[in-house]
């Protein structure tokens, strides 16, 4: 069955760097805008204090920023280290449809680890679900480095 994207018409995996950053930079501005008027830009480490400060929130609105934020956190943890296996697999001239497919999965990943975390994990029993998302990624990357280093030995 023929694929719909063509995973061979051109190298995107250096273009996911800046597309993984922006991944990492959603949930927190989702958490701001949750957040309104107790986010201060002078003092943004600030915003889940004040939030919980503040009565008009909501239990799961609080529980939201919070995770929105450490969704943030936990993403920019493995940025540098997806962007490091990105450039060995290139380095070592790893094919163009194997990089394309493995970077857009990683997108993916990030993508569904934070829906799940932030969105679903209103529900804890979907725990298990970012800690998978969370894993594929990590599977990626290590499956990045790994096929680079095969590849130049």
Do not use: H
């Amino acid at each position: 069955m023929a694929s719909l994207i063509d995973f061979t018409s051109g190298n995107w995996s250096y273009y996911t760097i800046p597309a993984a950053f922006f991944l990492c930079m959603l949930p927190n501005a989702y958490a701001t805008k949750l957040a309104g008027r107790n986010y201060d830009i002078a003092n943004p480490r600030k915003t889940e204090e004040l939030c919980a400060k503040d009565t008009s929130l909501d239990k799961v609105t609080l529980q939201r920023i919070s995770r929105a934020r450490a969704a943030t956190a936990n993403g920019f943890e493995t940025l540098g280290l997806y962007a490091a296996a990105v450039v060995a697999g290139n380095v070592a001239g790893l094919p163009t449809e194997r990089m394309n497919k493995l970077t857009l999965a990683y997108l993916g990943s990030r993508a569904a680890y934070n829906y799940v975390y932030v969105v679903l994990q209103d529900n804890a029993r979907m725990a298990g679900l970012r800690s998978l998302a969370w894993l594929v990624g990590i599977v990626i990357i290590m499956t990045l480095f790994v096929s680079a280093g095969m590849t130049l030995n």
